[in-house]
């Protein structure tokens, strides 16, 4: 992006001294032009590539800036910049030091579990103790959101009940995290917590500037890396009405208090607002000016074409706002894919989602539950993964806890087990397990109030499961002498078995998955899946939306399978799927977006539905630590989507749960609803 294409605001801070400059980047005002141009700059300046970090919120949106970058640059200096996010660039780090495991919070929640399970929670019954997911989630807040207390004192001060069972979510925990440590695992605030203490035992200046995009959402944790990281110039890009994350430990205070940090710090506005037309923004302006202003700014709208102004929809009843908008798409003139409905809940999704179904709508989803959420992608992922690494115990724990009967405690005893007689090697353990192992698995060691049922162990034989069609070589393994392993169990071991001879790791990641969705170790948890996915509330099972069921299923492996195609190498096909699984949307047509999800993405013709008060704002997070200036926030960024249409709804009753209605207050602060007199 060369200078001479950016506005004199832009160019203005592109130039900025060495030093700690912070941009307000409102949205729609050219941010990444601003971001491009300063490398440029910079690198026009002698300054090295390798000397430059980008940290984005997204490896989307870095992929972007360097594209625009090798306009002007040689390949060779643009791909020497260090660029992506928080956890690809710590990822990258770590991983030029040593064996790292990268692991969705989902797979280790599963590991956790088994741990957790294990204990018996005693004292006061009326404070029931975090269950085991959230427990996981609690400490991830805990982690990202405070640098300066110990998880006592954090929780003390979030909720003080809970303080009677601080000493076994510490216990487990310190087990989770050597079980971590012994297989290498990562999550991704390891990632983080990992790079920062790597930097501040070799304190060196890695970088002479490092640019922070979406500054904003920076939380206390990312923030802390980039102290660690101490650059003698610091390039932060951001917009304090943008900042949506603290669900996730935000700290809008850290760009609101950039100046009390840096008091030599510089602070430039961008202004000049390309992207929505002037009814769209000011009636974004008119409800984020309720928020308190951090710091002064009046944008400037370019657009000087009429669209017309934004339209509020209102609708008697939920089923009639999900119909009628699939009915006004289905009318518009826009190509399906500029074209967003933008949901709070995932319940508005769900609505409009099968209204546009109904009307052969095609539609891709992001935010809720997603693509690599659903559990035959996961499954198979999985499955790569224990063949890239057959040591890896949250992969084998997973795929053998499909098999009936077989929960994460006992699949972790057997995997345990199989690494024993494996000499640390799985698929060795499976298929040649040493031979003078008689007994391969270990009494557990005594825990913080672990259950009596740890010191199981009245061993089995192995010949009980001679009538199934198992190989003979598998029969003969001790590994079947577990008393709680099941008949389904020892087959899904058989097919395991099937599965390490048949395929290598250094095979294609396509035709890996191609073949694996004719074998009976994937065949039949699709259709187990399958027949959950089809059961009606009186437990009948319906044939139509099992067809349905399937093919979704297949839909999905063979979306899978073409993002394959793109890799000649498992090992990144796979970390590509895990650091990048968030930025990924199924199918394509209609964006059904949360709000979260839209954030950097623009739109010609943008929905926002389910403007009804408690549900946006959201009353039940308000109550549980959120605010309304967070909420306003959200309505900002799900507006600001919106270049030329915009359209608002919501509907004034939920009949089935006998609630009635009144608009949203941000309806009413954008002038869209009248107060009653």
């Not at 625009?68 to 990258?92: M, N, P, Q």
Request: with cysteine; aromatic share 10%; charged share 25%.
């Amino acid at each position: 992006m060369p200078l001479s294409n950016l506005n004199p605001q832009q160019k203005e801070a592109s130039l900025a001294p060495s030093g700690y400059n912070l941009i307000i980047a409102s949205a729609g005002t050219g941010k990444t032009s601003t971001i491009v141009g300063r490398i440029s700059h910079l690198l026009a300046s002698g300054v090295s590539p390798s000397e430059i970090l980008l940290l984005t919120f997204t490896n989307k949106a870095a992929q972007e800036m360097l594209t625009r970058l090798s306009i002007k640059f040689d390949t060779k200096v643009v791909t020497s910049i260090e660029a992506g996010t928080f956890h690809a660039v710590a990822y990258r780090y770590l991983k030029s030091k040593g064996p790292i495991t990268l692991k969705q919070p989902r797979e280790l929640k599963v590991l956790f579990k088994s741990l957790y399970d294990r204990r018996v929670f005693l004292g006061d019954s009326k404070v029931e103790p975090y269950g085991a997911s959230y427990l996981y989630d609690i400490f991830s807040l805990y982690f990202n959101a405070t640098i300066n207390e110990n998880f006592t004192q954090w929780l003390e001060r979030k909720n003080p009940q809970q303080l009677q069972h601080a000493n076994i979510y510490l216990d487990i925990w310190e087990e989770f995290n050597a079980l971590k440590q012994e297989y290498h695992y990562a999550d991704y605030n390891d990632l983080l917590l990992n790079y920062k203490s790597a930097l501040l035992e070799n304190p060196s200046t890695l970088y002479k500037e490092v640019l922070v995009d979406e500054y904003q959402d920076t939380n206390p944790l990312q923030d802390s890396i980039l102290c660690a990281l101490n650059p003698p110039s610091l390039f932060c890009v951001g917009d304090y009405d943008q900042s949506i994350y603290a669900f996730n430990g935000a700290d809008i205070s850290i760009i609101a208090n950039f100046k009390e940090r840096y008091p030599h710090g510089n602070v430039f506005n961008l202004t000049k607002n390309y992207r929505s037309t002037e009814p769209i923004l000011n009636l974004a302006n008119r409800v984020i000016e309720k928020n308190p202003r951090i710091y002064p700014k009046k944008l400037e709208v370019v657009k000087t074409e009429n669209f017309g102004t934004p339209s509020l929809l209102t609708y008697e009843d939920l089923p009639s706002q999900y119909s009628g908008i699939a009915n006004k798409i289905k009318l518009s003139s826009r190509p399906y894919q500029d074209i967003a409905v933008i949901f709070r809940n995932n319940s508005s999704a769900d609505g409009i989602e099968s209204h546009l179904r109904e009307l052969g709508i095609p539609s891709k989803r992001r935010g809720g539950i997603s693509f690599f959420d659903s559990k035959e992608i996961i499954y198979l992922l999985d499955l790569c993964t224990l063949l890239l690494n057959p040591k890896d115990m949250m992969s084998f724990v997973h795929i053998l806890s499909y098999a009936k009967g077989i929960g994460n405690v006992i699949a972790k005893d057997i995997c345990e087990g199989l690494l024993f007689l494996g000499h640390g090697n799985l698929a060795q353990g499976l298929l040649k397990p040493d031979e003078s192992i008689k007994n391969p698995y270990k009494k557990q060691p005594q825990n913080i109030q672990l259950g009596l049922f740890d010191d199981f162990m009245d061993f089995s034989s192995p010949h009980r499961f001679h009538k199934l069609p198992l190989e003979q070589s598998l029969l003969k393994n001790p590994i079947l002498n577990h008393p709680k392993l099941t008949e389904e169990g020892a087959e899904s071991l058989n097919a395991l078995y099937h599965f390490f001879k048949t395929f290598h790791s250094h095979d294609k990641p396509a035709q890996i998955i191609a073949k694996l969705q004719t074998l009976p170790i994937f065949t039949n948890v699709a259709q187990k899946l399958a027949k959950e996915r089809s059961i009606s509330k009186s437990g009948i099972l319906l044939e139509e939306k099992l067809l349905d069921a399937k093919e979704r299923i297949e839909r999905r492996v063979s979306t899978l399978k073409e993002l394959a195609s793109h890799y000649e190498n498992l090992e990144k096909f796979l970390h590509t799927m895990i650091l990048g699984s968030s930025e990924m949307s199924e199918g394509s047509g209609v964006n059904l977006l949360s709000i979260h999800a839209s954030k950097g993405l623009e739109f010609a013709e943008v929905y926002i539905v389910d403007l009804m008060e408690g549900r946006f704002p959201n009353k039940t997070l308000i109550q549980k630590g959120g605010s309304l200036e967070e909420e306003r926030r959200l309505f900002y960024v799900a507006v600001t989507r919106a270049k030329e249409n915009l359209f608002l709804s919501y509907a004034k009753n939920d009949h089935l749960k006998k609630i009635a209605y009144e608009g949203s207050t941000f309806l009413y602060e954008a002038g869209l609803l009248a107060k009653h007199q």
